[in-house]
């Protein structure tokens, strides 16, 4: 007979069987493969580090952390992806800076970086590097602000594509230094890099991958665009040091899941990621390319992307760089 006690005690149960599933799912976590999302294509720098990550993640659960490339519409196909996928910790976001420049570039978004995904920890931050063709008049920033200010227009700015980190960065420093250059975007950083070599383009902004080219002689690095130095190249100088007060970009990576994933999976999920980070080997790794690897809170993360997104909101309505 269902008397009155049985059917409250059988409403409570239904009620709380679900954070019991949560809280189970959560101790057990992870029991099988982790799919970590890359937005980018294989073979870069940010698909790099993401397996540096993963490989250490992999030893450390015990499980294996599955690097997947989902590339394209300025990463939205990928950060989408995540936001939509069931949140049990077994999906995760290798998120690029792009996650809080988009919500500026895009007229609209099919996702909301701050509502549909939930921070883990930051991975890594990293400046970029401005190069010149060794044609270029300028040895200096100022050198080469003086020049570009002789010439408004004349001088061309190349980003590997429209709304990209490093046009971002090359606005925010016209904005600041009060110079125009005539933007030119390229498929990707090779093919503007190629064009810089030979002096068919004048100014590059690029990853400190590219540093081999000017320490080979190839091309002029004239700063780094970091707050602070960079352990990579030290002589240089940042930009702001340069010539260009309150001038500072540093861009970064960090890991995202689905939002309502169990807070236990992220809290977990956010110190291992910490703990692989600060293996000395994987630390010198990273910076050989200027890539200061460093986790964080979730909560540190959530205010870096809230800042990230307001900053460089006010460069793309500056600039009035809009994607459809």
């Not at 100088?237 to 899941?257: H, K, L, M, N, R």
Request: aromatic share 8%; proline share 7%.
């Amino acid at each position: 007979m269902l008397t009155r006690r049985r059917l409250i005690a059988l409403s409570a149960a239904s009620t709380l069987a679900p954070s019991f599933r949560a809280r189970a799912q959560s101790s057990a976590w992870p029991n099988r493969s982790v799919r970590l999302i890359v937005p980018l294509a294989a073979g870069g720098p940010t698909d790099t580090v993401a397996r540096v990550l993963a490989d250490q993640l992999s030893k450390l659960w015990g499980q294996q952390v599955v690097v997947e490339n989902k590339p394209g519409a300025g990463t939205n196909v990928a950060n989408e992806f995540v936001a939509r996928s069931e949140p049990d910790g077994y999906t995760a976001l290798f998120a690029t800076s792009s996650l809080a420049t988009n919500v500026g570039l895009y007229r609209s978004l099919s996702y909301d970086p701050a509502t549909d995904l939930d921070p883990v920890s930051l991975v890594a931050k990293f400046p970029f590097f401005m190069f010149v063709p060794n044609s270029s008049p300028a040895k200096s920033v100022t050198e080469f602000i003086a020049d570009a200010k002789a010439h408004p227009g004349k001088r061309i700015m190349a980003s590997p594509g429209t709304g990209s980190a490093p046009q971002l960065a090359e606005e925010l420093f016209m904005q600041i230094a009060g110079i125009k250059m005539t933007h030119v975007p390229y498929h990707g950083a090779a093919p503007a890099f190629v064009d810089l070599i030979p002096g068919r383009v004048d100014c590059y902004f690029g990853s400190g991958e590219l540093l081999t080219y000017s320490r080979s002689g190839q091309v002029r690095a004239l700063a780094t665009t970091g707050a602070q130095r960079s352990a990579a190249e030290p002589e240089l100088p940042t930009i702001a040091e340069a010539g260009v007060p309150g001038y500072a970009v540093d861009s970064w990576q960090g890991v995202f899941v689905p939002a309502k994933t169990p807070a236990e999976i992220i809290n977990k999920m956010s110190a291992d990621i910490t703990m692989a980070l600060a293996v000395p080997a994987i630390k010198d790794k990273l910076a050989r390319t200027a890539y200061a690897a460093q986790g964080s809170s979730p909560d540190a993360l959530r205010q870096w992307l809230a800042a990230d997104t307001a900053k460089w909101g006010a460069v793309i309505k500056a600039a009035e760089i809009k994607i459809d």
